[in-house]
């Protein structure tokens, strides 16, 4: 196995590191530096860096502005009580990657490569990965299209980033039960186009419906299929669960879905803890009838941002359901305790789940 060169730049400007009381607002702080690797149609990916984090200098014409060929990942370094750096289940969001990029007409990049690039980024920053509870370092690669060129066609060129960013809850809410708007008029995505890939006009494509619900004071839109518009698929930043009568209940991965790393953890969790698990259809009418007969016990979203997301109140048109008492569930509690305590390595998870950045 050939392991890439990578070089190394470092800042000589370097900004103060967060301190333990000062907020984490997601999103919104970058570290020293990042990993930058370009590709050449004839001789694939080359010169990996770190170098400081700066501005990129960009053509007006690249592509990526004009047709949105780009794609991006998410997932988290944990600092553990014994000081250790971790990183949870990095090859799923690796596998991920390559298949939005074989979607959108991406060049892969080998798992290998895509692994050490993950791992040296947060080597050299892991002085920015905070400790306090519910916190961590966000991990961010994506790529974009950089021919300065005005036809369709997918590019010639490309730019592979890392950038890095120690975050707090994604939700204002933390652990407390959000609530979710329930979309009716605007579609995310449909089978056969890029809802089951990780870029970035899915997320566009909702903003307009995100906005509506904000505005009811909802914290996100939970998406219903595109074609009979009477399906759930998934919240904007998250994948749905429900519990009813004792059996857990996720929408069937089918095409315009994305496949979550953390959607994929609770379903091995719960069959390993004997839940009875369902992947399949699920309609908004089943949701009400079932919160009508009392046998809607949870509704829980799973992303990495979140992790695990208690729902609390859902609302169709003017119908608002209230889940439960209105509060976190055990199962979705008990599914927060293990996935975060395998992440911070307080717990033993299934083999491969975390990988120790040395």
Same mark, same amino acid.
Request: net charge negative; charged share 25%; hydrophobic share 40%.
């Given at each position: 196995?050939?392991?890439?060169?990578?070089?190394?730049?470092?800042?000589?400007?370097?900004?103060?590191?967060?301190?333990?009381?000062?907020?984490?607002?997601?999103?919104?702080?970058?570290?020293?530096?990042?990993?930058?690797?370009?590709?050449?149609?004839?001789?694939?990916?080359?010169?990996?860096?770190?170098?400081?984090?700066?501005?990129?200098?960009?053509?007006?014409?690249?592509?990526?502005?004009?047709?949105?060929?780009?794609?991006?990942?998410?997932?988290?370094?944990?600092?553990?009580?014994?000081?250790?750096?971790?990183?949870?289940?990095?090859?799923?969001?690796?596998?991920?990657?390559?298949?939005?990029?074989?979607?959108?007409?991406?060049?892969?990049?080998?798992?290998?490569?895509?692994?050490?690039?993950?791992?040296?980024?947060?080597?050299?920053?892991?002085?920015?990965?905070?400790?306090?509870?519910?916190?961590?370092?966000?991990?961010?690669?994506?790529?974009?299209?950089?021919?300065?060129?005005?036809?369709?066609? &997918?590019?010639? +060129?490309? =730019?592979?980033? !890392?950038? /890095?960013?120690?975050?707090?809850? $994604?939700?204002? %809410?933390?652990?407390?039960?959000?609530?979710?708007?329930?979309?009716?008029?605007?579609?995310?995505?449909?089978?056969?186009?890029?809802?089951?890939?990780?870029?970035?006009?899915?997320?566009?494509?909702?903003?307009?419906?995100?906005?509506?619900?904000?505005?009811?004071?909802?914290?996100?839109?939970?998406?219903?299929?595109?074609?009979?518009?009477?399906?759930?698929?998934?919240?904007?930043?998250?994948?749905?669960?429900?519990?009813?009568?004792?059996?857990?209940?996720?929408?069937?991965?089918?095409?315009?879905?994305? &496949?979550?790393? +953390?959607? =994929?953890?609770? !379903?091995? /969790?719960?069959?390993?803890?004997? $839940?009875?698990? %369902?992947?399949?259809?699920?309609?908004?009418?089943?949701?009400?009838?079932?919160?009508?007969?009392?046998?809607?016990?949870?509704?829980?979203?799973?992303?990495?941002?979140?992790?695990?997301?208690?729902?609390?109140?859902?609302?169709?048109?003017?119908?608002?359901?209230?889940?439960?008492?209105?509060?976190?569930?055990?199962?979705?509690?008990?599914?927060?305790?293990?996935?975060?305590?395998?992440?911070?390595?307080?717990?033993?998870?299934?083999?491969?789940?975390?990988?120790?950045?040395?």
């Amino acid at each position: 196995m050939t392991l890439l060169n990578i070089r190394v730049e470092k800042t000589e400007t370097p900004k103060p590191i967060p301190g333990e009381e000062d907020p984490l607002v997601f999103g919104t702080i970058f570290t020293d530096h990042m990993f930058v690797m370009d590709y050449e149609e004839g001789k694939g990916w080359i010169d990996a860096r770190i170098v400081p984090y700066a501005p990129l200098s960009l053509e007006p014409s690249a592509m990526v502005f004009h047709y949105g060929q780009e794609m991006f990942e998410g997932l988290k370094a944990y600092k553990g009580k014994d000081g250790r750096i971790l990183l949870f289940r990095p090859d799923e969001n690796i596998k991920r990657a390559n298949h939005t990029n074989e979607r959108i007409c991406i060049p892969e990049i080998p798992e290998e490569d895509f692994m050490q690039a993950i791992k040296a980024i947060v080597k050299m920053e892991r002085l920015w990965v905070p400790s306090r509870e519910g916190t961590s370092l966000y991990i961010r690669p994506f790529i974009i299209a950089t021919d300065p060129f005005l036809g369709v066609r &997918p590019s010639h +060129t490309y =730019k592979f980033l !890392i950038i /890095l960013s120690p975050v707090g809850a $994604y939700y204002p %809410e933390g652990l407390n039960p959000v609530k979710i708007w329930i979309e009716d008029e605007y579609v995310r995505a449909v089978r056969g186009g890029l809802g089951e890939a990780k870029a970035g006009a899915n997320y566009v494509a909702s903003l307009k419906a995100q906005v509506k619900a904000h505005e009811e004071g909802y914290s996100q839109v939970l998406w219903l299929d595109g074609v009979e518009r009477k399906y759930i698929e998934e919240v904007g930043a998250m994948n749905i669960f429900f519990k009813m009568k004792g059996t857990v209940i996720t929408p069937a991965l089918n095409g315009s879905i994305l &496949p979550g790393v +953390t959607r =994929k953890s609770c !379903i091995e /969790l719960c069959k390993a803890w004997g $839940y009875p698990v %369902e992947e399949r259809k699920v309609s908004a009418e089943e949701l009400f009838c079932a919160a009508k007969e009392g046998t809607l016990e949870e509704v829980w979203g799973t992303g990495t941002a979140a992790v695990i997301s208690p729902v609390g109140h859902l609302r169709k048109g003017d119908v608002v359901l209230q889940v439960g008492d209105g509060g976190i569930g055990s199962l979705s509690q008990k599914l927060y305790d293990t996935v975060t305590g395998i992440q911070l390595g307080k717990i033993k998870g299934p083999e491969g789940w975390v990988v120790e950045v040395e």
